[in-house]
């Protein structure tokens, strides 16, 4: 695709983009979802199991974990062999998990790291246990170089209700950006799809800017993995352009526009996918 070539600069490897998250086998989110929209932003991508689950469009039936020892050797065993250029983290499910793959971060220290703290499915169904949450805010939040909560997320993480307005979103968007580390360049984007009205504002903060990302509400129930999509857009487009900023626009032009199609495919009865491969399927 045209956009994908743009992306990347002339003569510039392709990026490998890897998603450590779960799997959904409708392929709407998680690790399938991850794969697609690297694919379709022009980075290879590449996947670590961290969780199983079996999902559909209307629900979550059952949660297997993956062993902390295999998802840990899964990490080493790809690190040892491939290039990653940039990590996107889903859904991680348990404590131990989370703490093993904080763990091999902190050893192999990719360029980019895309924090999407997964908490709960489009269904309502919980996919992050209770006593995950403060290891991933404790040894994960530290070394995110951009953290992709939405509201009900970022309100978890902070130990808040939910906010409902684009003000609120800054006071939340700069508390988040605290709890980073300070070295290095690190980003909030702070997603406002769950905010009444048709605007979808989303925030993305550096400490010092705060930059606005306008939206309009897509009229849709074909959103199943709107948030595992976005950032693993962000994981293929970072070492492509080299920009916060302007990954984040492109990556939340991509995700509209596969949103504004997800009514052309007809994937379950539920909250069906979005569609990530709009620009190729005419």
Known sequence: MA?????????APIPNALTIAGVDPSGGA???ADVKAMSA????????IAALTAQNTQGVSHISPVPPAFVGAQIDTLFADVRIDAVKIGMLGQRP????????????????????????AKSGD???????????????????TLLTP?????????GERAVETVKEMRRVAEKLRERMAYSGHRWVMLKG?????????????????MIELPGLRVETRNTHGTGCTLSAALAALL???????????????YLTEAIRHADLLQVGSGHGPVHHFHGWWR
């Open 150 to 158: 939405n509201l009900p997320e970022a309100g978890v993480l902070l």
């Open 193 to 209: 799809g769950h905010l009444p009205g048709q605007d979808t504002v989303d925030l993305l903060h550096d400490g010092d800017r």
């Open 239 to 253: 070492p492509q352009t080299g920009d916060v900023p302007e990954a984040a626009r492109r990556a939340k032009a």
């Open 41 to 48: 932003l022009g980075a290879y991508g590449c996947a670590v």
């Open 30 to 32: 998680g690790i399938l």
């Open 126 to 144: 919980l996919l992050l246990e209770n006593d995950a949450v403060g290891a991933l805010r404790e040894a994960l939040l530290p070394q995110a």
């Open 3 to 11: 956009s994908a070539s743009r992306a990347r600069a002339q003569g």
């Open 97 to 120: 998990v989370t703490e093993v793959v904080a763990e091999k971060l902190a050893r192999y220290r990719p360029a980019h790291v895309v924090l999407d703290p997964v908490m709960v």
